[in-house]
């Protein structure tokens, strides 16, 4: 038995997330369907993070078992060979049999893009959140400092129906820059609630507009309570870009 | 009368160029078709440059005359609200009547992106050249030294059908710059060939390969035939950045 680790970049545009669904196209489908074309067998193919629909990777991590001996090389080329344009593995790696690239996961970094200039650009279509309104990045700043640390995150999370997860994440580190006319967002963090990233980054959009102050954040993330954040950022904008093990840097 | 410039982004990708062709997508005719909408009146949409299908643009120029009266900001909204997602108007200036986006145009900026790694990108796909395989920049650098300045560029060009287009054109800089996985060559020229800049990138990784020679480019130019010179790059990675005007540095 080998268990194989793949790095996968998609655009997540035309797929309703990672996570297999009947019937309706999803990343981890695509790519259980060219292993099955491949490996003539079906596997069970974790991924390190259930991305949303519309949400991109540039370093989505998975595993799958298979007793096949197929090289390495040519497994990567067949895959890639059958996935489409949008979907790549960039990498195929043997791990330990007791690998989980979901469990095992140390820390994730995300990347939010914003396009922020009066008119949109064809080239950042479904690719970044279109934001035509001035943004003080300074204020942003100010305001991703309240959400650095252990919190409970409520008020930043789906709201659930399962009452089973537990609210309390770490965020490691939070930085924002501004290049040319994209704002970069980039958050560390050991692990995230559904919807997480897209409601901080909503937050901050307002503080950045002037509609909220930054010691507003403070207040909403002590609130604990979902209403009182902003509604989410477009998944559009969001980016899986790393999934660390033992690299962890925080 | 008021003569209208019109600064305008597109990805090529959906399109048969940007010259107006019957029953097929053009951008010039996206363009027409949203003024006609507005103004209620057919214009004559003149384009600094009559980009090929798929080719795109990041700093097209076009030009068109209107009795109307309409405010630019209003016709700017108005457009891009009408446009599709892969085409926008970044920019509206009235202009003398006698300015002609096309003959007035003292010197282009083109930009060539190959993407440079064994596997394809998600994020890449139509927008560069995928080339799989080692290049050597530097070669490709002393190459494109023999293209800069006045030259017979029939070597480099579309065979023409008809015989009447001079075929001396003027280089006056090339920059190949590796950022990344990427492959950028910047070229700047007066006017260019059918085709030219495309044969010439072409060209250029022949030589990043090994297959050619720096000095054989040389020969290729001085040998005036098309046959000599590689086939042309793929229109994926090829953007017209800029136009000039009085600002041309060269």
Known sequence: MRNLKLTVEYLGTNYYGWQVLPDKPTVAGEIIKALRTILKEEVK????????????????????????????????????GLLPPDIKVTKIEEVPLDFDSRR?????????????????SPFEYRRSWFFPFPLNTEKMAEASSFLIGVHDFTSFSKKDRSKE????????????????????????????????????????????????????????????????????????????EKVFYEDYPY
Chains 1, 2 share one sequence.
């Open 45 to 80: 193919l974790v991924g390190a993070s259930r991305t949303d629909a519309g949400v991109h990777a540039r370093g989505q991590v998975a595993n799958f078992k298979t007793e096949k001996e197929i090289p390495k090389e040519r497994l990567i080329r067949g895959l890639n």
């Open 104 to 120: 095992n996961a140390k820390g994730k970094e995300y990347l939010y893009r914003i396009f922020n200039r009066s008119i949109p």
């Open 165 to 240: 997860v537990n609210p309390i994440r770490e965020v490691n580190e939070i930085k924002i820059e501004k290049i040319g006319n994209t704002i970069e967002i980039r958050v560390w963090g050991r692990s995230f609630l559904r919807h997480m990233v897209r409601v901080m980054v909503a937050t901050l959009v307002k503080v950045g507009e002037g509609k909220l102050k930054p010691e507003d954040v403070k207040e909403i993330l002590e609130g604990r309570n979902r209403e009182r954040a902003p509604f989410l950022a477009p998944a559009d904008g969001l980016y899986l």
